[in-house]
């Protein structure tokens, strides 16, 4: 069984009974450690095989104590270490097989050597290749093309993407559901890059700082400020149209 640090996913989980729970269950569990955790990036480690929630004969994900568990244990491995997909579902599996593995590092293979690869300044982000971000937003490659022409999706040097552009090619597929199509976004994502724009200029000063701990108190500040937009822009619309999210 894995470890759950005290006050991370498992304690969530305790308050839930220990019953099955539904990913709207889930999401309300995470988001007091994860708190920018979507229904959409629950669904992609799925796809990714990280876990496996049994489904009711109506198709409805019901996820045990464990799969929340070992949720939490990877958004915290990709938050913290800035592991890949693919060495944590390694790690965890191999853990969960009971074999003592030690956390595993980001590096470069040498001569039968791993060589460290030194921590830049500001850590990079966990990336999804091509063909992984087709898989899970369930697109082929003319709609991505489509969706990259209105700028909706940004591929990063070397084609590869960061990890939060799977939640945002599944949340664009999920509107094309409705007739809301990628045309239509660009006013959506004008809007999201004025924002951008707005925290990174309270954050610019920090970032330029010459104490290493000042600049990463600036990434705090900017995953602070980040929330609240995105916590004010969601009660904006939900005021403009008379209606209040779950």
């Known amino acids: 069984m894995l470890q759950t640090p005290r006050g991370g996913a498992g304690h969530g ?31 992609f480690l799925e796809a990714e095989g990280l876990i ?13 104590p464990q799969d929340v568990e070992r949720l939490g244990h990877v958004l915290r491995m990709q938050r913290d270490h800035y592991l890949p997909l693919k060495v944590i579902r390694e790690h965890l599996d191999a853990v969960e097989r009971g074999e003592a593995v030690p ?28 063909a992984e971000l087709l898989a ?9 093309v489509e969706w990259e022409s209105y700028g909706l999706l940004v591929p990063l040097e070397g084609g590869v ?6 939640t945002v090619a599944t949340l664009v597929a999920e509107l094309g559901r409705f007739g809301i199509e990628p045309r239509h ?21 920090l ?13 705090a500040r900017t995953k602070e400020l980040a929330g609240l937009t995105v916590k004010l822009h969601a009660a904006l619309v939900q005021t403009a149209l008379g209606v209040r999210l779950p």
């Not at 995470?30 to 955790?37: G, S």
């Open 13 to 43: 989980t305790a308050a839930a009974d220990g019953g099955p729970m539904s990913i709207g269950t889930v999401l309300n569990v995470l988001r007091d450690e994860f708190p920018e955790v979507t229904i959409s990036k629950i669904r």
């Open 52 to 64: 496996e929630p049994q489904r009711t004969p109506s198709g409805y994900r019901k996820f045990s």
């Open 103 to 130: 956390l595993p590092t980001v590096g470069r293979q040498r001569d039968g050597e791993t060589t460290v690869l030194e921590a830049p300044d500001a850590p990079t982000a966990a990336r999804i290749g091509r």
């Open 136 to 144: 899970a937003a369930g697109i082929d490659e003319p709609v991505l």
């Open 161 to 166: 993407y960061d990890a939060e552009a799977a």
């Open 185 to 205: 976004l660009r006013v959506m994502k004008a809007a999201a890059d004025r924002e951008a724009g707005l925290v990174d200029q309270v954050v610019a000063p």
């Open 207 to 219: 970032k330029r700082h010459r104490n290493p701990q000042t600049r990463a108190h600036a990434e």
